[in-house]
């Protein structure tokens, strides 16, 4: 079974620190949480206490914040690892890029893109027949289809305005299939 912690790393590590970009469609985040689309997030109290302390000044201080590091979390476990079941993935690479693919672009559009490398009817809920799918399916060609899906996707979204400036970073985001 994959693990979350494992996952959460490697997304965390694309997902930085304060960010308040006009052109990003969730303006103000956080550890890559946008007030936006999670306005009642828990670390946005936090973090406003900071900013009306210190302004931005140092704001990516309160990453190693042990309570801040439990909101982040425990946010990303919530809304986008238990949603899709992904702890019920054997392969720990496909649960990495669906979990990542999730937290960039939602968790049913995830669940598609997984759906249809696992050659399963494509609903965007990932259930037993999804999971069962997975599991005895290629994990290699799984996680290809995965990040194919993904390269169109990032790139289509690149086309639209104000996104271009992005695609660089969404690319960079898919690793290849490490043969274990």
Do not use: C
Request: positive net charge.
């Amino acid at each position: 079974m994959s693990d979350f912690q494992i996952a959460n790393k490697i997304t965390g590590g694309n997902e930085g620190g304060y960010s308040f970009d006009k052109n990003d469609r969730g303006l103000e985040t956080f550890a890559g949480v946008s007030r936006r689309f999670w306005p009642n997030w828990h670390g946005w109290s936090m973090i406003d206490a900071y900013k009306r302390a210190h302004g931005l000044t140092n704001i990516d201080s309160l990453l190693k914040d042990s309570l801040m590091r439990q909101y982040i979390d425990d946010f990303y476990k919530q809304n986008f690892w238990d949603v899709n079941k992904l702890d019920q993935i054997n392969d720990q690479q496909i649960a990495n890029t669906t979990y990542d693919m999730g937290v960039n672009a939602g968790t049913g559009i995830a669940a598609k893109m997984l759906q249809s490398a696992a050659k399963v009817t494509i609903d965007g809920i990932i259930g037993s027949g999804t999971l069962a799918a997975v599991n005895k399916g290629n994990p290699k060609a799984i996680y290809d289809s995965i990040n194919e899906q993904r390269i169109a996707y990032y790139t289509h979204l690149a086309t639209k305005p104000g996104q271009a400036q992005f695609l660089k970073s969404w690319l960079s985001r898919i690793k290849p299939y490490k043969q274990s």
